[in-house]
Structures are given as structure tokens and as C-alpha cells.
């Protein structure tokens, strides 16, 4: 059973950081390509970033350079340091992985940017 439980979202204001950690079990997490996304009730569902299991990222142009997705193989745990916050990042933020061709998701983790 695939278990993804996200931790570190907060309150802070603009300008400020926040590191979010996802903890994963049930798959071999080394090999696993590990998404984080976020969802607003206007905007729905929204990409932010990938990283896979040889370390190559990608991000959603909205966050690059503020945004940094990390890895640690030896905790199952894929990380968000998010920097210069923005109102906008408001959100809950999600990760997501696909085993068996079927995606698992996380309940997610409440980010809040005060203006």
C-alpha cells in the first residue's frame, strides 16, 4: 500500500520560505519519479515540479528560481524549499508519485502567504 503524507506548510508572509517534506512508503522510492502540485479553488490542480530517480528536475516557469525540489533516497522523502513567497503560492501543496500506472497522492499540506 502506497502511503505519501506531506509536512511543513504554514503561514507566511510574502517574501518568506517554507520547506515541505513528503514521506513516502509502500514503493522502492529510489526509483520513483516524485511530483509536487498544488491546488487552489479557482485554479484547480496545478504542476510545480518533478524530480526522478536520476536527480533530473523540472519546474513550472511561475516557480523557477524560487522554487527548489530535493530528494533523500536513505529517508524515502522528497522536499519543496520554497523562497520569496509569493500571495499567489497560496495553496495546498501536494506530492504525487505513479506506481503501477496508477497515481497516489497525498492528502496535501496548507500554504498560506499573507501579503
Known amino acids: 500500500q502506497v502511503q505519501l503524507v506531506e509536512s511543513g506548510g504554514g503561514l507566511v508572509q510574502a517574501g518568506g520560505s517554507l520547506r515541505l517534506s513528503c514521506s513516502v512508503s509502500?514503493?522502492?522510492?529510489?526509483?520513483?519519479?516524485m511530483m509536487w502540485y498544488r491546488r487552489t479553488p479557482t485554479k484547480g490542480r496545478e504542476f510545480v515540479a518533478h524530480?526522478?530517480?536520476?536527480?533530473?528536475?523540472d519546474y513550472v516557469d511561475f516557480v523557477k528560481g524560487r522554487f527548489t525540489i530535493s530528494r533523500d533516497n536513505a529517508k524515502n522523502t522528497v522536499y519543496l524549499q520554497m523562497n520569496n513567497l509569493k500571495p499567489e503560492d497560496t495553496a495546498v501543496y501536494l506530492c504525487?508519485?505513479?506506481?503501477?500506472?496508477?497515481?497516489?497522492w497525498g492528502p496535501g499540506t496548507q500554504v498560506t502567504v499573507s501579503s
Open positions: 504525487s508519485t505513479t506506481d503501477a500506472g496508477l497515481s497516489q
Open positions: 509502500g514503493i522502492i522510492f529510489s526509483r520513483a519519479t
Open positions: 524530480i526522478t530517480s536520476e536527480d533530473s528536475t
